[in-house]
């Protein structure tokens, strides 16, 4: 089954509005990562939060932690039509490799 | 600055044939991960390897795929007597080390479609 889980699977949202993406894991983890995919193109790191950080910002971006629910979110603030792109959370084993378990993700439509 | 390097960027095979796929890590990067996506669908793992040895393989198919990243030149992803399932989009990454402290680097991808 799938490690990491998205919801919801698609977003609609205006300019300006701020997007909240969700995604919960089932296994311990050392670290979440969010990354971004637009269509036909391969996978861009956002950022990456350790399991002992309960939050973490860059830009408009914020991501949550919380270890207990085994749950993430992404906030996207005052979003913009060039954020519309796919949203993948990924966690990693415990195994000390950098082999990451995506979800489906979340395509997130901004219109202008 | 040149990322990581996939080609093709696009394949077209007719079943029965095989597929190669290649990937060029980042400059300094000796770990290279596959992924498949298929449509509308996240990444799965297929392979993690370091150069001339296959780390993790556990995503792989257990017949017609496999990987290698020789000491020199690029990590190929082979799949022989392609089928119409086998349709998707290849993805590799890079990263400096094996440790899970850090992102991956991903390519474009290389998007293979069987007749």
């Known amino acids: 089954s799938q490690q990491g889980e998205e919801d919801p699977q698609a977003l609609s949202i205006q300019e300006g509005e701020n997007a909240t993406m969700n995604c919960s894991y089932k296994?311990?983890?050392?670290?979440l990562q969010w990354y971004r995919q637009n269509s036909g193109r391969g996978l861009v790191h956002l950022i990456l939060?350790?399991?002992?950080?309960r939050e973490k910002h860059s830009g408009r971006l914020r991501v949550t932690l919380d270890t207990s629910k085994k749950s993430s979110s992404l906030l996207i603030t005052a979003s913009r039509a060039a954020d519309t792109a796919s949203y993948f959370c990924a966690t990693d084993k415990l195994t000390g490799y950098s082999t990451l378990t995506f979800g489906k993700g979340t395509m997130l439509l901004v219109s202008p | 600055n040149a990322g990581v390097m996939q080609n093709p960027r696009h394949l077209v095979r007719r079943r029965g044939q095989e597929a190669r796929l290649r990937c060029s890590p980042m400059?300094?990067?000796?770990?290279v991960y596959w992924y498949r996506q298929l449509p509308e669908e996240g990444l799965k793992f297929m392979v993690y390897?370091?150069?001339?040895?296959?780390?993790?393989e556990s995503g792989m198919p257990k017949e017609r795929f496999s990987a290698e990243f020789p000491k020199e030149g690029p990590s190929i992803l082979r799949i022989q007597q392609v089928v119409r399932g086998d349709s998707a989009a290849y993805f590799c990454?890079?990263?400096?080390?094996?440790?899970?402290?850090?992102?991956?680097?991903f390519g474009e991808g290389s998007r293979l479609t069987v007749l």
């Open positions: 296994t311990s983890i050392n670290n």
């Open positions: 990454a890079s990263s400096p080390s094996g440790e899970n402290t850090g992102e991956l680097f």
């Open positions: 390897l370091q150069k001339e040895n296959i780390i993790d």
């Open positions: 400059k300094g990067h000796s770990h």
């Open positions: 939060i350790r399991s002992n950080e």
